[in-house]
Nanobody, 120 residues
């Protein structure tokens, strides 16, 4: 199994940046597709970004494309989400996920989440 621990969330003003991290243990992340999803207050969890395990291709939701960048450091067993030009709509709990399904929406392992709050 893979254990995932997110950190690096926080409170930021609109237009600012944050870079949450996801540290994995138990298994190497090079074997997994890694992703970030977020859940806004009162809403369902939604896909944000993924980086695939073999091709290293990245995919983003339309709402974050051009502002967010997902990356992975296999040596540190860590995944990052660089978030720029943040807006209040980006507020939510950000979850790191790992899986081996070809679907960008399907993951087997989840972290506990890190809160991101963007003030206007």
């Amino acid at each position: 199994q893979v254990q995932l621990v997110e950190s690096g969330g926080g409170l930021v003003q609109a237009g600012g940046s944050l870079r949450p991290s996801c540290a994995a243990s138990g298994r190497t992340i090079s074997n997994y597709n890694m992703a970030w999803l977020r859940q806004a207050p009162g809403k369902e969890r939604k896909f944000v970004a993924t980086i695939r395990r073999t091709t290293l291709n990245t995919y983003y939701s339309d709402s974050v494309k051009g502002r967010f960048t997902i990356s992975r450091d296999n040596a540190k067993n860590t995944v990052y989400l660089q978030m720029n030009t943040l807006a209040p709509d980006d507020t939510g709990v950000y979850y790191c996920a790992a899986g081996q399904s070809p679907s960008i929406s399907s993951y087997d392992y989840w972290g506990q989440g890190t809160q991101v709050t963007v003030s206007s």
